[in-house]
């Protein structure tokens, strides 16, 4: 199966796809370096994101103020998806040694994109059934 790859706004809560599909991957990683290709969000913290049946990675350009790389550095949307629930329940993120791309604002804006339902995330992540969420009757 090809992939499909598109550019996704960080300004926006929760983010939202800018782009079309059907263009490769480095002409799409070029647009959201370079930015003025991209009409509307020239200022905008982009990031593209990789569908392969779903999504299935994401690659930050370093094209931010809080990142230090010059190319696309890629990450698996799984861990993405870990970190996101770690983020959203405050599970000891800050012990971790994540590199800057990853800020809590803008893995939390990303919760869209990677399916995350802030109600039942942690009990599907987990493998366990979602609590009732109905009052038992009186």
Known sequence: MS????????NHDPAIVITDPGRPRDEIAADA?????????????LLIVGYSGGLT???????????FHRIAI???????????VA????IGVSQLRLPGCWTRQRVLRLGALLG???VSTTYRLLG???????????
């Open 33 to 45: 370096i370079d930015r003025r290709g991209v009409e509307g969000h020239e200022q905008c913290d």
């Open 128 to 138: 366990m059934p979602r609590p009732e969420t109905t009052p038992p009757p009186a």
């Open 57 to 67: 990675e994401i690659g930050c350009t370093g094209a931010v103020s809080h990142c």
């Open 116 to 118: 995350m339902d802030p």
């Open 87 to 90: 983020h959203a329940h405050d």
């Open 74 to 84: 890629w990450v698996d949307a799984s861990w993405l998806r870990l970190l996101h």
């Open 3 to 10: 992939s499909t790859y598109k550019l996704v706004c960080l």
